[in-house]
Nanobody
Framework: QVQLVESGGGLVQPGGSLRLSCAAS????????MGWYRQARGKQRELVAA???????NYADSVKGRFTISRDNAKNAVYLQMSSLKPEDTAVYYC?????????????????WGQGTQVTVSS
């Protein structure tokens, strides 16, 4: 079984910064893409940022220049440094990982989600 555990959300004033962390655990053989999504109240979940195992990144236009995604492959972890936060960044942020794992003698691949962490940007 693979689990993703997130941390780092909270309340911050406009213009402030937060750093989200997500660590994957379990019988993991490798992780392809890892990323962050968010879902604001009444809206669909959207991609914020993603990074391939090779280091290629993809950002939503709304966060380019403000957010930075990074990974520590040795720790099966992904981070999101968020700066210049705006009220419209308020949402539940979810970690996502495309994981290859071992079960018995077989290798499986599946998409996993964290439980979500609330980020609120407000004065």
């Amino acid at each position: 079984q693979v689990q993703l555990v997130e941390s780092g959300g909270g309340l911050v004033q406009p213009g402030g910064s937060l750093r989200l962390s997500c660590a994957a655990s379990g019988s993991i053989l490798g992780i392809n893409a890892m990323g962050w999504y968010r879902q604001a109240r009444g809206k669909q979940r959207e991609l914020v940022a993603a990074m391939s195992s090779g280091g290629s990144t993809n950002y939503a236009d709304s966060v380019k220049g403000r957010f930075t995604i990074s990974r520590d492959n040795a720790k099966n972890a992904v981070y999101l440094q968020m700066s210049s936060l705006k009220p419209e960044d308020t949402a539940v942020y979810y970690c996502n990982a495309d994981v290859r794992y071992l079960r018995g003698s077989y290798v499986f691949r599946n998409d996993y989600w964290g439980q979500g962490t609330q980020v609120t940007v407000s004065s």
